[in-house]
């Protein structure tokens, strides 16, 4: 089954809407890697997600994508596809984890994770 474990903010001004969520929401925003701002949204004591800041590419320049991870990316990939989600990102590798973004059939943008 695959949970959401977090959520993306895309801006083609992301020091902008890290400041904002800062200020508004209190958040704690960590220094940017690769244009993503990781986002902690309170501590672990209450139920709830943290997330990132984004700059966003030019085809999802603004917006939400939930991240939901799942245990084999090329898998989850596949059966997406099979029900007809659009693959914006194949999958990347990162140091830790592989990554994947991807269209819903009523244009839901959402990532996929798998932890190495």
């Given amino acids: 089954m695959g949970r959401v474990i977090g959520f993306e903010l895309s801006s083609q001004e992301p020091e902008k809407a890290a400041e904002f969520y800062s200020k508004v929401f209190g958040w704690e925003v960590a220094e940017p890697q690769w244009d993503y701002w990781a986002v ?17 590419p030019n085809d999802y320049p603004h917006g939400t ?24 990102r194949e999958k990347m590798e990162f140091d830790d984890f592989y990554l994947a973004y991807l269209v819903d059939t009523v244009g839901i943008g959402f990532g996929l994770i798998q932890r190495k």
């Fill in 65 to 88: 994508r939930l991240q939901i991870e799942v245990d084999s990316i090329d898998a989850a990939i596949s059966k997406a596809k099979e029900n007809g989600a659009m693959i914006l």
């Fill in 40 to 56: 902690s949204t309170g501590k672990d004591v209450k139920p709830g997600i943290n997330g990132g800041i984004g700059k966003g």
